[in-house]
């Protein structure tokens, strides 16, 4: 054969056309039947059919599948080579057939005939170059003229996507039974914890299964859950006493049990112990309450002063104070609720009810203490006998009202000898200079006594007897003063419970729970106090007026340079009172109420309103002196972070210059390498340093986020002092975030803390600045040469920086401008000795509170724990 590779690959090729013409029209019925079965299998139809069904339609589909493939393919046989020739020269427009020239031989040996044929052999090799297989063309569109075989496929290619990752368990339940196995019991476990008391305040204890011992709180309660495993119900032993467990389904059982003493506790499952803990009970002990000192008049007013302290192992919930009339033993004893901050251990303080109003004031009276846990368990002081404090009372008529009220209190049956008394005093009108108002009340006292024969009746009669002898001691003016005190205390007593509520929740979201604001009614019952405050210091203001009238004969001058107080002034505080309220700034509204109390008592003393505008600033410029502190104290802080910095970055140059000199030891002398043992240990200290490293940065970018949050803290005080803040402590504020961002990540952090210490020294420098252009100088510097205030502020304005720093420095006066011993004539009588006052020391007290709540939070980072032991320890 002549014709060479090329011709015989074309041949096979032109057999597999031939094949592939003659297959796919006979296999295309059984393609097409299996298409739409997986169709129908992956769609999950199947799956509606009964199990026994299921087996059956695959094997029937199976057996048209091949039925149909026995009827396609009977009479198929593979194409021979004529046939391939054939296809070959119609594929490639060949006439004469001369593939078949290539086979054919001449009939004789004629040498002419031979050289013909040989020429005409070779024409018929030059047109088999051009051969060409062709594509199959198998005519399956004229068997489908509506391409049914594209909607199968379309078909079963949605369905692929329907199924996706269950295509293969789709088809595997088409085709087979389903079977029922037996799934393996999963394993046991066990769940045990005890639920301490809510009043302990106590978290749940969770029980190892793999046993132990345990102390709880008596009255906890135990819940066990049990699931898995193989065997009957559980049983819960404790001691002697067995308590089955309850089903909570088919495998899961639990169990609960209060525990109320000592016990072995061991959970048992088919005569088999599954675990067992012993268990000690703690008793809960009735709380302490005692008097630390005699209890007494206090030093200075007519309060009582009633020294407490109470002490529980899980906390006090509840402290009062009961005081019987020793005269009446079965009388009902009248009872002050001491405050107690949450439900402390231990507690002790000072209390101070002003009860000179109470109808026992003068009177011997027993006083103890009844303090109550969560258990609801009491624990009573002894008693203490005192003569509660009385108002003196000058006016005659008063006196002997007060008196006749003492005796009611003594014996509230003696209503007799009281009308009687009540008509004598009544019968002599000059002793009451003739006041229709006393006379009335008199009168209605008297007829209460004779026709109203309910018990309360006497207390209400010795109410009107306290007013009237009030009224006739003090007058108008008292009587506004009285019931401003009154409206003071009122409204202090509430922004105490909104500070308390605040407290309250905030510690319920630290503890993981929702936090619940104040309430809309407390909010309410705020803002109704603080307009009776306005509406009494309007009545004491008309009543000073009258009194001033009545004693110089004209009406009190409004002149804006010497009131102390007017409306409008009144309204600025008590609407600023309200808002703060209204934002639950509960420390704002207390001190705008501590400075209008202070406003209040200046008016009382008689100052004018340039002494009180110049102590406001005093106080003012004292604040801000302490913030300025603050500030350089947060300079020192930052230092001590950025040399602590400076000491990492020695110590890790240190290092890598150690390593780098090691590396360069090894290089030129190869034959010193240590041995793998030092190789290690040398590996271990390098990352044990890097560890030391990271954990040093984590603590100072704990105390960098410190730092921040009293940096806030400041300007946002500062701010309200002056109501400007310095915009270098915003850079510094941005700096320190930067450092803390850095230290974090690990990084170096001492451009950024630079740039912060910087901002803050500039930034004090500012405060000390607009400090002295708000409220000037120091009291006691230039005063003395008949400086008025308002030349000092321009004196002020004028020296530029440096002045706050050289105000209060002098000549026998230290750099922080203490008295020294060395100065002329200097000799220390106290005279800048200065008693803070109520606002100042009310602010302190906050100021104390706050850092022993924030002390009391161990979560917050240790640098910041000591700087605030450190503040406690110095105030």
């Not at 296809?87 to 040498?111: F, G, K, V, Y």
């Not at 369905?159 to 996706?164: F, P, T």
């Not at 899961?252 to 049990?257: D, K, L, P, Q």
């Not at 102390?564 to 109420?593: I, K, V, Y």
Request: glycine share 8%; no cysteine; charged share 30%.
């Amino acid at each position: 054969m002549m014709e060479g590779r090329p011709l015989a690959r074309r041949r096979r090729l032109a057999s597999l056309a031939l094949a592939w013409e003659a297959i796919w029209p006979a296999i295309w019925p059984a393609l097409g039947l299996l298409g739409v079965w997986l169709t129908i299998a992956l769609l999950g139809l199947p799956l509606l059919l009964p199990g026994w069904a299921r087996p059956l339609l695959a094997a029937a589909v199976a057996a048209g599948i091949g039925a149909a493939l026995w009827r396609g393919l009977r009479g198929f046989a593979w194409p021979g080579t004529d046939p391939a020739d054939r296809r070959l020269e119609r594929a490639s427009n060949l006439p004469h057939r001369p593939l078949a020239a290539l086979t054919d031989r001449p009939a004789t040996d004629d040498p002419v005939a031979q050289a013909v044929w040989e020429i005409h052999r070779d024409r018929a090799l030059a047109s088999i170059r051009r051969l060409r297989v062709g594509l199959p063309r198998p005519g399956l569109a004229t068997r489908d003229p509506i391409a049914l075989r594209a909607a199968v496929g379309l078909s079963l290619l949605a369905a692929l996507v329907i199924a996706g990752p269950e295509a293969p368990e789709r088809l595997r339940r088409a085709i087979l039974p389903p079977v029922a196995i037996a799934a393996a019991p999963p394993p046991m476990r066990l769940e045990a914890w005890v639920t301490p008391p809510a009043y302990t305040g106590a978290a749940p204890v969770f029980l190892d299964p793999a046993g132990g011992s345990v102390s709880v709180p008596a009255g906890s309660r135990l819940q066990v859950a049990l699931s898995g495993g193989t065997g009957g119900a559980p049983e819960l032993q404790i001691g002697n006493n067995a308590q089955p467990f309850r089903a909570l389904d088919g495998r899961s059982f639990g169990a609960e049990a209060v525990l109320e003493q000592g016990a072995r506790l061991s959970i048992r499952r088919d005569a088999q112990e599954v675990a067992a803990w012993t268990l000690s009970v703690q008793a809960d002990q009735p709380p302490v309450a005692r008097f630390t000192e005699t209890p007494g008049r206090a030093a200075r007013g007519l309060a009582t002063r009633l020294p407490w302290q109470a002490e529980d192992d899980w906390g006090v919930a509840t402290l009062v104070a009961e005081i019987r009339l020793k005269a009446r033993p079965d009388a009902a004893p009248h009872v002050i609720e001491i405050a107690l901050s949450g439900q402390p251990r231990q507690a002790r303080g000072v209390s101070a009810p002003d009860l000179s109003a109470h109808p026992w004031a003068g009177l011997e009276v027993e006083i103890l203490l009844r303090a109550k846990d969560g258990a609801g368990q009491e624990g009573v002081s002894a008693v203490a006998a005192i003569a509660l404090p009385e108002r003196s009372f000058t006016h005659p008529v008063a006196q002997q009202l007060i008196a006749l009220r003492k005796a009611l209190s003594v014996a509230p049956d003696g209503r007799a000898d009281a009308r009687r008394e009540l008509d004598r005093i009544a019968a002599a009108p000059e002793a009451f200079e003739h006041d229709t108002t006393t006379y009335l009340a008199i009168r209605a006292a008297r007829h209460r006594l004779v026709r109203d024969r309910r018990a309360d009746a006497v207390g209400e009669v010795q109410d009107i007897l306290w007013e009237t002898a009030l009224a006739l001691e003090e007058g108008r003016a008292e009587r506004t003063a009285r019931a401003l005190a009154e409206a003071r205390q009122q409204l202090r007593e509430a922004l105490q419970e909104a500070q308390r509520q605040q407290q309250e929740a905030q510690r319920q979201e630290q503890q993981g729970g929702e936090r619940q604001d104040r309430n809309t009614e407390q909010r309410q019952e705020t803002d109704r106090r603080i307009q009776e405050l306005r509406d009494a210091i309007r009545r004491h203001l008309e009543a000073l007026a009258e009194r001033l009238q009545r004693e110089n004969a004209e009406a009190m001058p409004f002149d804006p340079q010497n009131r102390l107080m007017d409306r409008r002034d009144l309204d600025r505080r008590t609407d600023r009172m309200r808002e703060a309220n209204r934002q639950d700034r509960t420390q704002d509204a207390e001190r705008e109420l501590a400075e209008l109390e202070e406003m209040l008592r200046a008016l009382e003393e008689g100052r004018t309103a340039r002494n009180e505008q110049q102590e406001r600033r005093r106080q003012q410029r004292q604040r801000g002196e302490q913030q300025m502190g603050v500030v350089q104290d947060m300079v020192q802080r930052q230092t001590r972070m950025l040399d602590s910095g400076h000491q990492r970055a020695e110590a890790d140059q240190q290092r890598r210059e150690a390593d780098r000199r090691a590396q360069q030891q090894l290089n030129r002398s190869p034959w010193a390498r240590p041995l793998p043992q030092q190789d290690q240990q040398q590996q271990q200290q390098r990352a044990e340093a890097e560890q030391q490293a990271r954990t040093e940065a984590g603590r100072e970018a704990r105390s960098q986020r410190a730092l921040r949050r009293a940096l806030g803290e400041v300007m946002q005080q500062f701010g309200d002092l002056t109501g400007e803040v310095p915009p270098q402590l915003g850079r510094a504020d941005q700096a320190m975030r930067e450092a803390q961002e850095q230290l974090t990540e690990g990084q170096d952090a001492r451009d950024a803390q630079q740039r912060a210490i910087r901002e803050l020294q500039e930034g004090a420098r500012q405060m000390a600045q607009q400090m002295q252009r708000q409220f000037g100088q120091q009291d006691g510097e230039g005063e003395e040469e008949g400086d008025e205030p308002g030349e000092m502020m321009g004196e002020g304005q004028g020296q530029g920086e440096g002045q706050d720093q050289a105000q209060e420095q002098g000549p026998g006066r230290d750099p922080l401008g203490r008295r020294t011993r060395e100065a002329p004539g200097a000799q220390d009588t106290g005279s800048d000795t200065r008693v803070p006052d109520e606002a100042e020391q009310l602010r302190t007290r906050r100021l104390q509170e706050e850092l022993r709540r924030r002390g009391a939070e161990r979560e917050r980072p240790q640098d910041e724990l000591d700087y605030i032991d450190r503040l406690l320890r110095r105030f």
